[in-house]
DNA sequence: GCCGTTTTCGGCCCGACTGTTTTCAGTCG
């Protein structure tokens, strides 16, 4: 999917513009119309076929235009007129927290500096402060964000950053002087990494409470600390922002922090055609100046005409266009999962046995879990040969005379092999409930193979899930290079399901395509691949993936009660049909 | 550069904090 990419060209258009000081608003253009794209449910490629660029929110002719260029030659020639104005090194310098594009020109322009190296070295040999405008104390903090730069240029996956935020919340909360605190920023909204973390306390004595959180265990450094707000570095390298805001106002600090930016800009947009000003401290009628009662984050929307719009849809505007018109979806919830259609036991490489896997799902309110343990040629991770198979189905069907109100379902995590085709036959996958199939290998394969090999799996009428359909590690390992809307459409075709992997490392579909999917008319299935009982614990990271990709509940296989689920499963309605 | 039942031209979100300044620009979210 080119979507990416092109957003990539159109941002660095936005920050070579603000290097070269032009009018903000066509660098703001810029930048909205990546978001966009970056976030848009559908192939750019096939919109700009379709002739529908000018729908895209934020493209318009000109920028349509250079679209299309790129789509048709692999580049914008505006873009490189501008690479060729600006040294590529200054792209860097303004990643640097506390320099700007202001700085970066001004230090190019008197100093030649040119790079992150040649930054470094003015700082170091004191050149930086005689510059007019600049001091010692600029050069320190340059320094500083040098290092941070180079120590942390990778976002924060939510695995990390979530237990982290929630476990400062709790540490705030325990203070005297704090009422309420929360997370907000992308952690709140679910994104599956994030570049810092955002809390907000309602208190009457910030100062107490920003005390407290400069001096907080793990905190490194502190960036930033006022009246009100304070920015601090945990030794890990995460950023952390804190808002104190009195009581009435924690709502609407709460919504102005947990943003998205584009979200907040077109909600004051739309407040403002309204006669209203929405800021961090609430809302006020321009007319009368009188602040507008704000308690809870329905507020904010009812004051501007809209229903509730949840954080994970707060993203780059158009949910406020789903939200007036009442298109918004009724997001799953947690509560609506029924049970997980992908763990592991002893069998292979899990850590508990399946009656303990079992006894935990059924602890969590789960009506069924489907054991799907490796097959055999995964020998690494103790894949099940045909007969292991065959003695664990078994040994479920003991184990399920235990309860009438739980069901574990004989299931497979079944190997796609390099050729497309599967680990065991077909009349083996035949006596399970439900078969997942993944691919563990060859992650190498070029693009067309990779794409025809997992195509050729969903083919196989006792396919029921593709696991991880694109094989992602978060900080680690890349998708495999695989085209996601071939397989979207050939899940369609086949009536295969796809998966949302909730474990935090991989969150695999992501949110985007977790949404082509649903729009194509997929079924998704969100499952933890827990390999321990802890792990079953993940499955909110992947209703939050879900969420974010607009699925309703009936878009989840896994919300499905079990005799429907069973019926739905697409052996069965092969078998019907 | 985008966008429009208040506009096809003239708008385009809002406020806090920092550092280097005698009143404010730059940066950030």
Redo the contacts with the bound molecule.
């Keep these: 999917m080119k979507n990416l990419q092109l957003a990539a060209t159109l941002a660095e258009i936005a920050d070579l513009l ?1 290097i070269l000081d032009e ?4 660098i ?3 930048r ?2 990546a978001r966009s794209i970056e976030l848009l449910p559908e192939s750019i490629e096939t919109i700009w076929r379709e002739g529908r660029l ?1 729908e ?11 679209v299309e260029e790129w789509l048709t030659t692999g580049a914008i020639a ?1 873009h490189q007129e501008l690479q060729e104005r600006v040294p590529r090194g200054l792209l860097e310098i ?13 230090l190019y322009e008197e100093l030649g500096v040119r790079s992150l190296d040649e930054l470094e070295a003015a700082c170091r040999a004191g050149r930086v ?1 005689t510059v ?10 340059i320094l500083r ?1 040098i290092e941070r730069v180079r120590r942390h240029s990778e976002r924060t996956p939510l695995g990390v950053a979530l237990p982290a935020a929630r476990s400062i919340v709790a540490e705030l909360e325990r203070l005297p002087a704090v009422r309420r605190a929360a997370y907000a ?1 992308s952690a709140r909204r679910g994104r599956e990494t994030v ?2 973390l ?1 809390i907000i306390v309602g208190s009457d004595d910030a100062p107490a409470v920003i005390q407290a959180f400069v001096g907080l265990p793990g905190v490194a450094q ?10 601090v570095v945990l030794s890990q390298g995460l ?1 952390v ?1 804190l ?1 104190v805001v009195r009581d009435h106002q924690f709502a609407a600090a709460l919504h ?2 947990t ?1 998205s ?1 584009e979200h ?2 077109a ?3 739309l ?3 309204l006669g ?6 609430g809302i ?1 009628d ?1 007319k009368t100046q009188a602040w507008l009662p704000v308690a809870t984050e329905d507020d904010v929307f009812r004051a501007v005409g809209l229903p509730y719009i949840p954080p994970e849809l707060r993203e780059d505007g158009s949910e406020l266009a789903a939200a007036k018109s009442s298109h918004l979806p009724r997001l799953v919830e947690m509560q609506d999962i029924r049970g997980d259609l992908h763990v592991h036991s002893t069998w292979s490489d899990g850590r508990h046995t399946i009656l303990e896997m079992a006894e935990a799902a059924r602890a969590r309110g789960y009506e069924y879990i489907a054991i799907a343990d490796h097959s055999r040629s995964l020998g690494v991770a103790g894949g099940l040969s045909p007969e292991e198979l065959v003695a664990q189905i078994e040994e479920i069907r003991q184990l399920n005379r235990r309860w009438d109100d739980f069901r574990i379902l004989a299931g497979a995590e079944v190997d796609i092999l390099p050729d497309g085709t599967l680990d065991y036959d077909d009349e083996l996958l035949s006596r399970l409930d439900v078969v997942v199939a993944s691919v563990h290998s060859a992650m190498n394969q070029d693009r067309e193979t990779m794409t025809q090999r997992i195509i050729a799996a969903m083919r196989n009428p006792y396919v029921d899930i593709i696991g991880h359909p694109t094989g992602r590690v978060l900080g680690w390992r890349d998708p495999y290079e695989v085209d996601v809307e071939r397989l979207i459409a050939a899940a369609a075709e086949t009536g295969t399901a796809l998966e949302i992997n909730a474990s935090p490392e991989r969150l695999d579909l992501k949110d985007v395509h977790a949404r082509m999917a649903k729009d194509a008319g997929v079924w998704l299935a969100v499952n933890t691949d827990a390999h321990r009982m802890e792990g079953l614990e993940q499955m909110h990271y992947g209703v939050t993936t879900a969420r974010r990709g607009w699925l309703e509940k009936g878009h989840v296989l896994n919300c499905l009660p079990l005799e429907e689920l069973l019926r739905n499963l697409k052996r069965h309605r092969r078998r019907e049909a």
């Design positions: 603000e009018n903000p608003f066509r703001r253009a810029y909205r119309a000018g895209v929110e934020g493209v318009g002719k000109g920028i349509a235009a250079g505006f303004v990643r640097v927290p506390g320099v700007g594009p202001k700085t970066a020109r001004l402060r007019k405008g600049l001091g010692a104390k600029t050069e320190e903090n964000g920023g570049g810092d955002d502190v960036l930033a600390q006022g009246r009100e707000k304070a920015s950023q922002d808002l102005h922090f943003g930016k907040n800009i909600m004051r947009e407040a403002k055609s209203l000003r929405i800021s961090e401290h006020m321009e």
